[in-house]
T-cell receptor, first 115, second 114 residues
């Protein structure tokens, strides 16, 4: 139980294009999902907290117009990197919270490379 | 401010020996504590958590951790290490009155030597 999927697992795009990453909770409903960014050999950096049906809460320094988050249902949140640049290349990980368990369950991550 | 410290970037242990990965925390309020493991190019896998109750919690793959309130620690342990335990381990803390945010440590790379 408590499985979270991410799609795609890997994406390569040209500079200036937009990329959408999907995060799904497969066997539970998640009122809250989180988006993280991880640089090589570093810890996770929380980008935003996404609540179903409401606007995401972004961490300080994260551009909300660049990293668009939509949490349209209790099982799906999407992160769109708009007008991607090489410095956006990173490993993006989502997580979903199992209500009442106080635990986040993580997706397998998406490796984004912007050329 | 809430924070988590993993004082060791790297831990090496021989296969079959006991392993310990250290974690200390600093929070205002009652902590919820977690351990996650990350294999290369993968997301984090939940290992175990302490919410309340018995200070010794047992988790997946034979791991356990002990909540020590006086030392503000939550060290991860396993009696006998396997080569397949080699991975990156993250400690995390959450305090409900600060919202939903988890605070992650910087990670400890564990290498089990055959």
């Amino acid at each position: 139980g408590a499985v979270v999927s991410q799609h795609p697992s890997r994406v390569i795009c040209k500079s200036g294009t937009s990329v959408k990453i999907e995060c799904r909770s497969l066997d539970f409903q998640a009122t809250t999902m989180f988006w993280y960014r991880q640089f090589p050999k570093q810890s996770l950096m929380l980008m935003a907290t996404s609540n179903e049906g409401s606007k995401a809460t972004y961490e300080q320094g994260v551009e909300k117009d660049k990293f668009l988050i939509n949490h349209a249902s209790l099982t799906l949140s999407t992160l769109t990197v708009t007008s991607a640049h090489p410095e956006d290349s990173s490993f993006y990980i989502c997580s979903a919270e199992l209500a009442g368990a106080h635990t986040q369950y993580f997706g397998p991550g998406t490796r984004l490379t912007v050329l | 401010a809430q924070s988590v410290a993993q004082p060791e970037d790297q831990v090496n242990v021989a296969e079959g020996n006991p392993l310990t990965v250290k974690c200390t925390y600093s929070v205002s309020g009652n902590p919820y504590l977690f351990w996650y493991v990350q294999y290369p190019n993968r997301g984090l896998q939940f290992l175990l958590k302490y919410i309340t109750g018995d200070n010794l919690v047992k988790g997946s793959y034979g791991f356990e951790a002990e909540f020590n309130k006086s030392q503000t620690s939550f060290h991860l342990k396993k009696p006998s290490a396997l080569v397949s335990d080699s991975a990156l381990y993250f400690c995390a803390v959450r305090v409900l009155n600060t919202g939903n945010q988890f605070y992650f440590g910087t990670g400890t790379s564990l290498t089990v030597i055959p």
